[in-house]
């Protein structure tokens, strides 16, 4: 069988061994409801939902109390938005966004758009990024949301959330960042970036999938949020449902592995990162990187070949999973509209592609792609020729 190397961490991660390994019991042999206290099992299972509940909050500096579990960062991303709009008396509401957030972001406020809240959509400039005077020059007096993400899921260009943050708390507005990408691979830290909400998950993170978190300030005394999801009242009211346990575990582990590994492995991806792209730019005439060239997550490469659509790249290199367009959203086939709110033309998109780096990619697997790529794009030339 046909080796194929893993590129396409952005979009999800494997599973890591010792997270697994955590995850086991829980499934198997400790299986009894968090909720349900008066026994053995449902304490064990509450007592391991607590460690983990402090292992995320460790990663972001939040406290334990301030994590809400859900099934993933879009359904995070619902609740704050939608809950802090029904938890509002205001009669106008305005949120400010960008041009470049997942659609997780996106279509929420779409559906909003419905019921009248007025929403600002910022564009980003060429390498991505969000300018914080241009979130200050669209600020009005009923704006009571900023939803900017940490760094983007296609391009990986990093924003700059710690100005920002500074600006909400400066004007008393709301701020959430969806940090699917970031968190793990960059420090975050909610408290120093001034943030409000903050929406991840576990699978992004070497963690299982359908497990995420949102962060709440101060959650509990303060009333931010109305709840979206209701029934027995588990995560304090604001998400009702039995608790994924193994999965809660898993994520928590998956946070405890990122603190330790985060500095060596931000220092690792970031070396292969570089001697990708300067390979393949030396290598392959033609070449475009998209996004920002240092502001970016150390994972994420988004990169053109002139002339090399994604059918033909797709073709050529079955030995690599790597993704064309962003993974998160491909089941629209649309041109991707983060490459286009950066300035790509419709056919620069159509001849870029995604490289997600992991912790499971090896030394030799970069080398092997930094020889492989070009040498796969000489021959598809050779063959139009
Ligand atoms: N936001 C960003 C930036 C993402 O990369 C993703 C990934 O798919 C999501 C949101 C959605 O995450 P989830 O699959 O956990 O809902």
Redesign the pocket.
């Known amino acids: 069988m046909q080796r194929i190397i893993y590129l396409d961490n952005?979009?999800?991660t494997k599973i890591d061994p010792e997270v697994l390994d955590a995850m086991m019991p829980y499934l198997k042999e400790k299986y009894g409801n968090p909720s349900s206290t008066s026994h053995t099992f449902g304490r064990e299972a509450s007592a391991a939902v607590d460690i983990a509940r402090e292992q995320v909050a460790d990663l972001i500096n939040a406290e334990f109390s301030e994590i809400i579990f859900t099934s993933?960062?879009?359904?995070s991303?619902n609740l704050a938005i939608k809950g802090v709009i029904e938890n509002s008396e205001r009669e106008k509401i305005h949120i400010i966004t960008t041009k470049i957030e997942?659609k997780?972001?996106l279509n929420v406020c779409k559906y909003l758009e419905k019921f009248g809240v007025e929403v600002t959509y910022l564009s980003p400039d060429s390498s991505g990024i969000i300018s914080p005077l241009n979130v200050r020059e669209n600020l009005k007096p009923d704006t009571l949301l900023v939803i900017i993400?940490s760094?983007?899921?296609e391009i990986g260009t990093i924003q700059p959330i710690g100005e920002i943050g500074e600006l909400c708390e400066e004007k008393n507005i709301l701020f959430l960042t969806?940090a699917?990408?970031s968190v793990g691979k960059i420090p975050m830290d909610v408290k120093q970036l001034n943030i409000d909400f903050m929406?991840f998950?576990a699978?992004?993170i070497y963690g299982p999938?359908g497990t995420?978190a949102l962060y709440v300030r101060k959650l509990g005394d303060k009333n931010l949020l109305y709840p979206q999801i209701h029934g027995g009242g588990q995560e304090k009211g604001f998400r009702s449902g039995t608790l994924n346990v193994a999965g809660i575990v898993g994520f928590g582990k998956a946070c405890e592995v990122c603190k330790r590994k985060i500095f060596d492995e931000f220092n690792k991806h970031t070396v292969w990162r570089d001697r990708i792209i300067q390979n393949l730019n030396a290598k392959i005439e033609g070449t475009f990187l998209n996004g920002h060239p240092v502001k970016r997550i150390p994972n994420n490469i988004n990169i053109g070949f002139k002339g090399i659509s994604n059918s033909l790249f797709i073709n050529e290199f079955s030995d690599l999973a790597i993704s064309t367009g962003s993974a998160?959203s491909s089941e629209t086939l649309e041109p991707s509209y983060v490459l286009s709110a950066i300035g790509r033309t419709k056919t620069e998109i159509s001849c870029s592609i995604r490289i997600g780096i992991g912790r499971f990619n090896t030394e030799e697997e970069i080398e092997y792609i930094i020889k492989r790529i070009p040498d796969g794009i000489n021959k598809i030339k050779e063959k139009l020729l």
């Open positions: 952005n979009s999800t993933s960062t879009t359904e991303i997942h997780a972001v993400m760094a983007n899921n969806d699917a990408q929406a998950s699978h992004k999938k995420g998160c």
